[in-house]
């Protein structure tokens, strides 16, 4: 399950995502994907905190590298869809 929740107070954005397998435990594909995602979040904190002047795009372009992570985890079906897709709408 996955979980992607934001707010706005006061001109004060943010969000936070959490993920939990829904057995209970995380199947193998499953705990790959985890640990590569996380390895990419942890590689762009540590940019931010070795590189003060970095920017964003640096920062999308590190994020971007799970991508090439996905056809090396076996038996993981990836499906990417937009909100408007998924039948949600965004209130501005």
């Known amino acids: 399950m ?3 929740a934001g707010c706005e ?3 004060y ?3 936070i995502t959490r993920t939990f397998p829904v057995s209970g435990k995380f199947s193998d594909p499953q705990r790959d994907l985890y640990q590569a995602v996380l390895n990419v979040q942890k590689a762009c904190i540590e940019r931010c905190q070795i590189a003060d002047e970095i920017g964003m795009n640096e920062l999308h372009r590190i994020s971007k590298q799970f991508r090439r992570d ?3 985890i076996p038996g993981l079906k990836v499906v990417v869809a937009s909100y408007k897709a998924a039948g949600c ?3 501005s």
């Open 2 to 4: 996955l979980i992607d």
């Open 13 to 15: 954005a943010s969000d």
């Open 89 to 91: 709408s965004r209130k």
């Open 9 to 11: 107070f006061s001109h």
């Open 70 to 72: 996905f056809p090396q």
